[in-house]
Nanobody
Framework: QVQLVESGGGLVQPGGSLRLSCAVS????????MAWYRQAPGKQRELVAG???????NYADHVKGRFTISRDNAKNTMYLQMSSLKPEDAAVYYC??????????????WGQGTQVTVSS
């Protein structure tokens, strides 16, 4: 059974920092491309940052320079270090794992989300 479990969300003041974690089980973590998405109330889910199985990273423009995505294959865990948080960063943050086999079969999994609130 595949499980993606996010943790580390909470309430933080503007300008503060949080580190999100996504613990993964039930799949071969090292071959999966991973990503963080977020969804604010009334808005569509959006990509925040991604990291490939080869550790290549990409970021949404509005988080570049403030957020850092990383992974630890030995721990089957992905992280999102968030700094200089703004009220507009408040959202539910979701962990995503995806892999496309050579056959073309695609595997895509989501976590349950962790709430990040940025408020004074």
């Amino acid at each position: 059974q595949v499980q993606l479990v996010e943790s580390g969300g909470g309430l933080v003041q503007p300008g503060g920092s949080l580190r999100l974690s996504c613990a993964v089980s039930g799949l071969t973590f090292s071959i999966y491309d991973m990503a963080w998405y977020r969804q604010a109330p009334g808005k569509q889910r959006e990509l925040v940052a991604g990291i490939t199985s080869d550790d290549l990273t990409n970021y949404a423009d509005h988080v570049k320079g403030r957020f850092t995505i990383s992974r630890d294959n030995a721990k089957n865990t992905m992280y999102l270090q968030m700094s200089s948080l703004k009220p507009e960063d408040a959202a539910v943050y979701y962990c995503n794992a995806h892999y496309t086999a050579a056959s073309g079969l695609a595997y895509n999994y989501w976590g349950q989300g962790t709430q990040v609130t940025v408020s004074s």
